[in-house]
Structure formats: structure tokens, C-alpha cells
């Protein structure tokens, strides 16, 4: 049992404590990780501190940006693009259902950290991240440190596929768009282990249609950008199902999510993933989907 979830946290070296990756796929991913310093990563978090590792969802505020002849349009137009990915954090915390400050939370493929911050921000509550990233979970902690929070949030190198939380410890947990890196039965069984009975459980995750046929050109070009496996909705669906996660809601944001990624195609900060991401999106092989499960 890890004691942190029932004790005050503490902070160390995140790589020194924890573990490394069980698998070659899994030490891939670490080093990917470790390695990332992309731009659109970093620079939408240095607008407030809160750094994703996510997409948005809304509509752009064009009247805020003003004109590209603007000195400033591309300094508001990094700005609004952070707004858009912090509104989907606080869309899937949304999702939680009532947490306490008595709870702890997990948040599982935690990045930077973002959206673990904005969870104890809302609830007052703890949160464990983990992540396969030595660099990323170092990041997290040290900007909790910053804020003064580091008793509550924390970011810890491990599988999420094999945490240390005790069974039935858990109010409430999430995947925000990195369940792609995992076998998705391993991974809803894991989180139906350390969840309570009546916990809820949200991920955001980017699937392909299985009414198209197969994962498109589209959907395969983003794998091979993230070295990830993009699962279908249907395969989301039946991984609940199999491990006592009641779904309670089912919200397609592909909508929502297409203008964060047009206003990214016209940003400095292009990776050149777009494109793919938005004709997968129009051309309906590629779904934007929020599932929130009860644990039964």
C-alpha cells in the first residue's frame, strides 16, 4: 500500500522512488516522454502555470484576438488556445461527481500535471498522478512545490497499469487523453481495483468510428505522431462493461474540439499533426468522446 494516500505526501526525485517501465513498449514511451519539450506543450502552460498535456473544447473568442497585424495576436492567440484546453480539464472534472477534501483522487497519464492541480484547486482534495515520465512527474512536483500544494498533489513514476493505491482507496480517477498508451481491459481493471464502490471514473480520449470500418489513413498518421494505439469507442465501451464501470454518460465533443484545432493550424506552435487531426474529425473516422463509469 502506498501511505501517501492516507498520510500526508511527500516529495523526492521522482525517478529515484519509483520503478521503471515493466515492458519495452512502456520504456519506448518514457523515453518519448522524457525526451518532449514541444512548444505548444510549454508555452500554453507558461500563460498561467497550468501545463496540459491535452486538447481544447469551445469556441474561439476571435474578438479577443484581434488581427494577425496585431504585434500582440500571436501572444492572444497562444493565450486563447489555453483557455480552450483548460475548459476541457474543467469539463472532465465536472464529470467526478461530488469529491470532499477528504478524498483522493488519481490522476492517471498525469503529464505536467495541469489538471491535477486544477482538481485539488476545485475540490480541496489530494491527488496522486502517475506517469511512465521521470521528467514529466520531476515538472509536476516541483511546480506543486511552487504553489504551495505540494501536501496535497503529487506526481509519481509508475505503470498505471499496476499502481500502489489500496483497494477501494480511490474517489474518483481519470485518463485525459492517455489511455491510447495502454491495453484498455489491463487498464479499466486497474482502475475497478483501487476505485470504491460508487466511484467514478472519466476519461477524454480521442477514438476512431468503428461505423467507418477500420482506423483511417488519418487515425494511423496520429498513432505513428505519438507512437500510441488508438482504441474505438466500441472497444471503450466493452473494457467498462467487463470491469464494473457503469458508463452514466457519453459525450461526442468532436465538435467542440474542432475549433481549438483549426485556430492551432494557423499558430506558430504547428507540429504538423494537424491536419490529421482535423480531416479525421470532418471526415467522421475519428471521435472526440468524454465517458464517465460508475464503479459497481
Same mark, same amino acid.
Given at each position: 500500500?502506498?501511505?501517501?494516500?492516507?498520510?500526508?505526501?511527500?516529495?523526492?526525485? =521522482? &525517478?529515484?522512488?519509483? $520503478?521503471?517501465?515493466?515492458?519495452?513498449?512502456?520504456?519506448? +514511451? @518514457?523515453?518519448?516522454?522524457?525526451? !518532449?519539450?514541444?512548444?505548444?506543450?510549454?508555452?500554453?502552460?507558461?500563460?498561467?502555470?497550468?501545463?496540459?498535456?491535452?486538447?481544447?473544447?469551445?469556441?474561439?473568442?476571435? =474578438? &479577443?484576438?484581434?488581427? $494577425?497585424?496585431?504585434?500582440?495576436?500571436?501572444?492572444?492567440? +497562444? @493565450?486563447?488556445?489555453?483557455?480552450? !484546453?483548460?475548459?476541457?480539464?474543467?469539463?472532465?472534472?465536472?464529470?467526478?461527481?461530488?469529491?470532499?477534501?477528504?478524498?483522493?483522487?488519481?490522476?492517471?497519464?498525469?503529464?505536467?500535471?495541469?489538471?491535477?492541480?486544477?482538481?485539488?484547486?476545485?475540490?480541496?482534495?489530494?491527488?496522486?498522478?502517475?506517469?511512465?515520465?521521470?521528467?514529466?512527474?520531476?515538472?509536476?512536483?516541483?511546480?506543486?512545490?511552487?504553489?504551495?500544494?505540494?501536501?496535497?498533489?503529487?506526481?509519481?513514476?509508475?505503470?498505471?497499469?499496476?499502481?500502489?493505491?489500496?483497494?477501494?482507496?480511490?474517489?474518483?480517477?481519470?485518463?485525459?487523453?492517455?489511455?491510447?498508451?495502454?491495453?484498455?481491459?489491463?487498464?479499466?481493471?486497474?482502475?475497478?481495483?483501487?476505485?470504491?464502490?460508487?466511484?467514478?471514473?472519466?476519461?477524454?480520449?480521442?477514438?476512431?468510428?468503428?461505423?467507418?470500418?477500420?482506423?483511417?489513413?488519418?487515425?494511423?498518421?496520429?498513432?505513428?505522431?505519438?507512437?500510441?494505439?488508438?482504441?474505438?469507442?466500441?472497444?471503450?465501451?466493452?473494457?467498462?462493461?467487463?470491469?464494473?464501470?457503469?458508463?452514466?454518460?457519453?459525450?461526442?465533443?468532436?465538435?467542440?474540439?474542432?475549433?481549438?484545432?483549426?485556430?492551432?493550424?494557423?499558430?506558430?506552435?504547428?507540429?504538423?499533426?494537424?491536419?490529421?487531426?482535423?480531416?479525421?474529425?470532418?471526415?467522421?473516422?475519428?471521435?472526440?468522446?468524454?465517458?464517465?463509469?460508475?464503479?459497481?
Amino acid at each position: 500500500m502506498d501511505s501517501s494516500v492516507t498520510t500526508e505526501l511527500t516529495h523526492t526525485d =521522482a &525517478s529515484a522512488i519509483i $520503478p521503471g517501465p515493466a515492458n519495452p513498449y512502456q520504456g519506448d +514511451i @518514457a523515453r518519448y516522454w522524457n525526451a !518532449e519539450a514541444r512548444p505548444v506543450n510549454l508555452r500554453l502552460g507558461d500563460v498561467d502555470g497550468l501545463y496540459h498535456h491535452h486538447y481544447g473544447i469551445g469556441d474561439v473568442d476571435h =474578438a &479577443s484576438l484581434g488581427t $494577425p497585424e496585431d504585434s500582440e495576436y500571436e501572444k492572444k492567440l +497562444i @493565450a486563447e488556445l489555453h483557455r480552450l !484546453e483548460s475548459a476541457q480539464a474543467e469539463l472532465l472534472l465536472d464529470h467526478l461527481g461530488p469529491i470532499t477534501p477528504a478524498d483522493t483522487l488519481v490522476d492517471a497519464g498525469c503529464g505536467r500535471g495541469g489538471s491535477s492541480v486544477m482538481a485539488h484547486q476545485r475540490f480541496g482534495c489530494k491527488v496522486e498522478g502517475v506517469t511512465l515520465s521521470s521528467t514529466q512527474a520531476d515538472f509536476g512536483n516541483r511546480r506543486a512545490r511552487e504553489l504551495g500544494i505540494d501536501s496535497h498533489v503529487r506526481a509519481q513514476v509508475c505503470n498505471m497499469l499496476d499502481t500502489p493505491f489500496e483497494k477501494g482507496s480511490i474517489a474518483a480517477s481519470w485518463n485525459n487523453e492517455s489511455s491510447m498508451y495502454v491495453d484498455l481491459d489491463d487498464l479499466m481493471a486497474e482502475h475497478a481495483r483501487f476505485l470504491k464502490v460508487g466511484g467514478r471514473y472519466v476519461t477524454i480520449t480521442g477514438c476512431w468510428n468503428p461505423k467507418y470500418g477500420q482506423p483511417s489513413k488519418w487515425v494511423s498518421q496520429i498513432n505513428a505522431h505519438f507512437e500510441c494505439n488508438i482504441h474505438s469507442r466500441r472497444e471503450y465501451l466493452r473494457a467498462m462493461a467487463d470491469n464494473r464501470l457503469v458508463p452514466n454518460a457519453v459525450i461526442d465533443l468532436t465538435a467542440a474540439t474542432l475549433p481549438y484545432w483549426e485556430l492551432r493550424a494557423t499558430s506558430s506552435l504547428v507540429t504538423g499533426i494537424e491536419e490529421a487531426f482535423i480531416e479525421s474529425y470532418k471526415d467522421g473516422s475519428f471521435q472526440y468522446l468524454l465517458i464517465a463509469a460508475d464503479r459497481v
